[in-house]
């Protein structure tokens, strides 16, 4: 026997499931946008750090992250200088 839900699926119902469906999948493209952002800024940060400890400059990535929001940092100028030249140079 072949059940027979008491319902029967009409235009309006298959707009409204395409509907959700649609918004669904530009919500998800939307986190994935936002997620690829993230780990860009993070592996800038991390890269930027890298190149610079080579260098000698001993700010943390904390530090640096700081200094990309703009906030102020206490640490030798010659260091901070370093991490803005290098954010500049890594666009």
């Known amino acids: ?7 029967t ?3 309006e119902i298959l707009n ?14 939307l986190a994935d946008q936002a997620r690829a952002l993230r780990l ?3 592996n800038r940060i991390r890269t930027i750090h890298g190149s610079l400890a080579i260098e000698d400059n001993t700010l943390t990535e904390s530090q640096i992250t ?3 929001e703009g906030k102020r940092v206490i640490a ?3 260091e901070v200088q370093e991490v803005k030249n290098a ?3 890594y666009g």
């Open 1 to 7: 026997m072949k059940y027979q839900p008491p319902y």
């Open 9 to 11: 699926i009409t235009p």
């Open 16 to 29: 409204r499931v395409a509907a959700i469906s649609e918004a669904i999948g530009r919500l998800t493209v």
């Open 40 to 42: 860009r800024r993070i």
């Open 66 to 68: 700081a200094i990309l």
């Open 76 to 78: 030798p100028p010659r």
């Open 87 to 89: 954010l500049a140079a």
